[in-house]
């Protein structure tokens, strides 16, 4: 059977966390409530969050892969970029899904009471940058970044300065999807996020990981993604789950942490470098 770990990060903000060691928040203001992101669809979700909300609830999605997604058909209003449709109905197929949960150590925790059925993409309501959620004292703000997916966006909680990135920026970015931008068009997009993040985030709460991420993440992807365009990388094979490419700086065993000390990686694929190229 499965469950979800769950923590509370702030007064407002419940994190609870997956069976893919995907984490998804809900935040609450004073009149609703938003769950940003519905895991992989392995387990009820919904249960857990209904033992800490009792507001109005709208799920937010920052994009269509499967393990952000497939939890998406237990909840009512739900919110994701019409460009993910492609992505999210090429990953709702049953043995892709199956396929993924094999390689997790927690497969034997699954039972097939635990495999939700996802949605189809009429299900959900579209959203975009610069759309705004109206918690009740929390506002939430959309921004894109096109990079993981090509309409992956991240929320801002403005007044407590807290941003939801989803798998838009991380330690080891993750461009190897047929949905993937370039490396240059990334770099671009995060350039341009943190431009209008300024003087506005704090905090970042991500997808994966640790569960937090500093705001220099930006500035040290950036860097690998410059350094990746002018073939300065350690270039070492990357291959997981038929995923083929390469990591730009070599991480120490086991872990994220890069052997240089550096903050912040690219796994990519080298013909998909230049925007020509996509």
Known sequence: MVTFAVRQITPHITEFLGRFHERMYLVK???????IDTGCGFGHLKAEVDKVNELPLMVLLTHGHQDHAMGAGEFGEVWLNPAEQEVFERQTDRDYRLWGLRISRD???VTPEDLLEPPPFSHFHPVQAGDMF??????LEAFACPGHTQGHLVYLDREHRILFSGDAVSRASFLLGRESTSVEEYRDNLLRLKDLLEDRADRILEGHGN??????IFDGVIQVCNEVLAGDTDRIPYDLRG????????RKPHSLD???GGFGNLIYREDKLWKWQT
């Open 29 to 35: 203001g004073r009149e609703r409530a938003a769950l």
């Open 107 to 109: 497969a034997a925790l």
């Open 134 to 139: 109206d918690l009740g004292g929390i506002t």
């Open 211 to 216: 569960g937090e991420l500093p705001m220099y």
């Open 243 to 250: 995923y083929q490419g390469f990591t730009a700086k070599a």
């Open 258 to 260: 890069r052997v240089d």
